[in-house]
């Protein structure tokens, strides 16, 4: 039975040949911050972090982790970003929210002083029909500031 | 004392009459401007719980046992149904139960459009109900699909009748006019795409049914849901606590309701049936596609002498028939309108209402019309706006209970005045314009809406509705609401909606209606509470009522006193005080709309045909605004959706077989963060002084309306070409700039 580092907890999984990351954390797990809005790697709603790296869950197998690292937004409840994008009103319905939250978190990570470029060209996987677009924006570069 | 009263109601720009019982005693409006609370910005109440992942959804729904629902759709156009063997998927490993089109009045053995539902499969995972449809037997005999609208208009193959309108003589309104103009637009069919797919899970107990659901309306769909089975509708829950987007296409139960809660009794298990993507963009509604040949005819000084307009809409197979001829008939002061709309019957998937359903097209076609003939009257388009401005509703002969579209467009000027500076910024083959549009909408609410406040021994509020918060920040201004009434701070008021065990009645999630009907109810529940502190106050401490009132959390008296509300319901022990209040009834005899303009600043490529929008303005007239902060998101929301509508969303389908090709979001291009111009919301804040105890009108679909014709005109502002034709793509750009060559060519040659 293969093993899955999940938020820094080892659990067992099932992983039969064809279960996405995004069904082991969601079903198994019960880790359902991680939305699937597409299920075909179109969407960003189901990105978490996988050796700090943003991936789309629901078009990675389960087997194709390994002993890599998997961080969900659930590891990631207390990032200022949650804040941030509360106080900015950068969700609306909010299904897209935790995708938009773990992709944001790489962004600031490894850019901290991030352009409004920077930020549309790493954030432009992760739709938003809601269209709170210009509120993410404020959020990171709020949490950017604040880093300062 | 209960009041009975016979009122007008109104969903997306349809009235009817109704009774309701309204206990409301009428309360007067707030002054003009912020409040403590209302009117000042606030951080939307769920916002926490949806950020961190811990909020439940529909989706998120997972009850022990529960089976997963694969559904067997008709891949064709158009298609009978001539051997449907299930026995083999009934085999299939892990399935626990099937359902056929003899069971099920949902399913059907003649589907009329790709993606109609035939039959399903429940099993242990949703792989195993998959594995399982390929499995079935099935025989289809092919029907040449229509896929015409204009076809289906000649041939008189129409949902519902053709809607025809007249006032005054539009023939004789055109033969007085000085110029006339004339044009065909076309609008594509349009995909709502909420992130959260049409869900839901059912379970029986007992010969109740619990339906979590991801929907616009609890009470529709328990009402539909109990009739559809049989039962009382006390006997059907329906739970809807977060939401992940509707947009119009989620205000009935749905095939996937009715599967899961006819599976769930067939297997004695709780069943989850859930769209994957595909199937949204297949077969949960859309925006139908419309064909619209305009006339307009004005005097020199821009006085509309006719308007006249001939609709056909792609409704589909079925489906609702929005008013595409709306915006023709009520924004502006012509005496003389025709107007015709047909819905073509098609074999493509019913439309559903999507976010200003028919406006959002209308208002694109007419307020490109009224750009053309200003440019042939040499007219400025804001002035042509003015000249023709309707101070009364036309339509109806009533007058409006607020109407300050004045004030937009004076608010507009700044933003319109960019033009010179916007246009001298043209570069290379990069050409910049300004375009401007109005907006007209409904969003008035109405009853019956109804809330309960109680307020416990800790002094703390909580609100307690069966409305459902679509990701539009209901929730908010409704704690927003009571907070005020109660004089306390907002995090002294928890909310609870979209459970119709636990909470009274409130109306649909659509239209623009939930703050203007849930509001005033709520500020209605919380003044009875308030009402019944101040006299338990009076009585405990010997003072006259009318000498108290509620304020920073504290009940305070003329005099100087001062008592914590906790020490008055602290007198109850764990006990409450409990108010209720009631939606009251629209200001008869009067037209409750929303307007407003926006502007928009584009840049064209035109050797390309590459279209960047670079700024918009909108300015909106929705009555008092309760929460700033979530308005303005609604309003950047609509637009952004408006800009996908615009440039780049189409449903498009194989010619020839009707299959719709695309289903992915690769496929179908929505606006992304990289898309978004910079966006100016204003938002006039005056409360419409006729509308309940808040003058509160909605926000939701106001925004997106006139995105498209601003557009538009600045598209033309920028290049002179006439863009007709939605979504704008770069074929249709570069073929408006040729047509715009061709044209100068002609004049030039004719004027050598
Ligand atoms: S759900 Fe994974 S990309 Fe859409
Ligand atoms: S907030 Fe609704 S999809 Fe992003």
């Known amino acids: 039975m293969p093993e899955l580092v999940v938020n820094g907890e080892r659990h067992d999984v099932e992983g039969p040949a064809m279960r996405t990351l995004a069904e082991t954390l969601r079903e198994d797990l019960g880790l359902t911050g991680t939305k699937i809005a597409c299920g075909e790697g179109h969407c960003g709603a189901c990105t978490v972090l996988v050796d700090g790296a943003p991936t789309l869950s629901c078009i990675t197998l389960v087997h194709a982790v390994g002993d890599r690292e998997v961080t969900t937004i659930e590891g990631l ?20 929210t935790p995708g938009q939250i773990v992709s944001a978190s790489a962004l600031v990570r490894d850019q901290p002083e991030p352009a409004r470029d920077d930020i549309r060209h790493a954030m432009a996987g992760n739709l938003c029909r809601c269209g709170t677009y210009p509120k993410i924006e404020e959020a990171i570069l709020a949490v950017a500031a604040d880093a300062d | 004392m209960a009041r009975l009263i016979r009122t007008e109601k109104e969903v997306e720009g349809k009235y009817t009459e109704q009774w309701i019982v309204v206990e409301e005693d009428s309360l007067d409006q707030w002054p003009e401007g912020p409040q403590t609370t209302v009117g000042r910005p606030a951080a939307r109440v769920t916002g926490p719980a949806r950020a961190r992942g811990e909020a439940e959804y529909t989706a998120d729904v997972q009850l022990p046992g529960m089976l997963h629902t694969a559904v067997l759709r008709s891949p064709h156009g158009h298609a009978r149904v001539t051997r449907l063997e299930l026995g083999p998927a009934l085999e299939a490993p892990g399935v626990r139960g099937v359902l056929t089109p003899e069971e099920c009045e949902h399913l059907t053995s003649e589907p009329g459009y790709p993606g109609e539902p035939v039959a399903a499969v429940a099993a242990d995972t949703f792989a195993q109900a998959e594995a399982a449809l390929a499995r079935i037997d099935v025989d289809w005999e092919i029907v040449e699909p229509r896929l015409d609208p204009d076809d289906a208009v000649r041939r008189e193959e129409l949902i519902g009748e053709p809607q025809r309108y007249e006032r005054g003589d539009a023939d004789r309104g055109l033969a007085e006019a000085d110029v006339v103009v004339e044009a065909e637009y076309r609008t594509q069919t349009v995909l709502h795409n909420a992130l959260e797919t049409h869900q839901s899970v059912c379970v029986w107990e007992g010969g109740r049914l619990t339906v979590y659901t991801s929907t616009q309306f609890i009470w529709g769909v328990r009402a539909e849901v109990a009739e559809h089975f049989g039962i009382p509708e006390d006997r059907v829950r329906v739970v809807c606590r977060y939401m992940g987007g509707g947009f119009g296409a989620k205000t009935t139960p749905g095939e996937y309701t009715y599967i899961a809660a006819q599976l769930a009794r067939k297997t004695g298990r709780p069943v989850r049936c859930a769209l994957t993507r595909r199937e949204e963009n297949l077969a949960s509604g859309n925006r139908h596609a419309t064909i619209q040949r305009l006339v307009a005819g004005a005097r020199e000084d821009g006085t509309l002498t006719a308007l006249g307009g001939e609709f056909t809409m792609a409704v589909g197979w079925d489906g609702f028939q929005s008013s595409t001829a709306g915006p023709m008939q009520m924004l502006y002061a012509c005496d003389n309108v025709r ?17 200003a359903p028919g406006f959002v097209e209308g208002t694109f076609g007419l307020e490109c019309l009224l750009d053309e003939l200003a440019a042939k009257l040499g007219l400025d388009p804001l002035e042509l706006r ?14 409006f209970s607020s109407k300050n579209l004045l004030e937009c467009y004076r608010r507009a000027e700044p933003h319109w005045g960019r033009r010179d500076e916007v246009r001298a910024r043209s570069e290379g083959p990069w050409r910049r314009g300004v375009g401007l549009a109005s907006q007209i909408w409904y969003g ?16 703390r509020a909580h609100v307690i509705t069966g409305g459902q918060d679509i990701g539009t920040g209901t929730t908010t201004a409704l704690a927003q609401i009571a907070a005020e009434e109660l004089g306390l701070p907002l995090d002294r008021v928890e909310i609870s909606i979209g459970d119709s065990d636990r909470g009274p009645y409130a109306s649909i999630s659509a239209g623009s209606s939930t703050t203007p009907s849930l509001g005033p109810a709520v500020r209605a529940a919380a003044a009875d509470v308030a009402r019944q502190i101040v006299e338990v106050a009076a009585q405990r401490h010997d003072l006259e009522e009318r000498v108290l009132s509620l304020r920073d959390g504290n009940v305070v008296s003329a005099d100087g006193g001062s008592w914590g509300l906790e020490e008055i319901t602290g007198l109850f022990d764990d006990a409450q005080i409990i108010g209720k209040g009631s939606r009251g009834p629209n200001p008869t005899g009067m037209r409750v709309l929303t307007f407003g303009v926006q502007v928009a600043e584009v840049a064209v490529d035109v050797e390309t045909g590459e279209i960047r929008v670079e700024r918009i303005a909108a300015i909106h007239d929705i009555g008092r605004v309760i929460n700033p902060l979530g308005a303005s998101s609604q309003v950047e929301g609509g637009i952004i959706q408006g800009l996908g509508h615009t440039l780049s969303e189409q449903r498009l389908l194989d010619p020839e077989s009707g299959a719709v090709l695309t289903q992915t979001l690769d496929a179908y291009k929505l606006p992304t963060i990289a898309d978004v111009p910079e966006i100016v919301t204003e938002l006039l804040d005056i409360p419409d002084p006729h509308l309940t105890n808040l003058g509160a009108k909605g926000l939701g679909e106001p925004p997106i309306i006139p995105t498209a014709a601003a557009i538009a005109n600045a598209i033309r502002d920028a290049t002179g070409a006439d863009v007709r034709s939605l979504p704008i793509t770069r074929e249709e750009m570069l073929r408006a700039l040729e047509e715009a060559r061709e044209r100068e060519r002609a004049v030039a040659g004719s004027a050598g």
């Open chain 1, 77 to 96: 409840r207390d990032h200022p970003l949650v804040d941030a994008f509360v106080r900015a009103d950068a969700l609306q319905c909010g299904f897209c």
């Open chain 2, 339 to 355: 107007t015709v709309e047909y819905g073509a019957k098609l074999n493509t998937g019913p439309n559903a209402a999507f976010r």
């Open chain 2, 386 to 399: 003015r000249r023709n401005y309707a101070d009364s509703d036309l339509v109806d002969d009533r007058p």
């Open chain 2, 444 to 459: 008035a609410g109405g009853p019956p809406s109804y809330a309960w406040v109680r307020v416990g021994s800790d002094g």
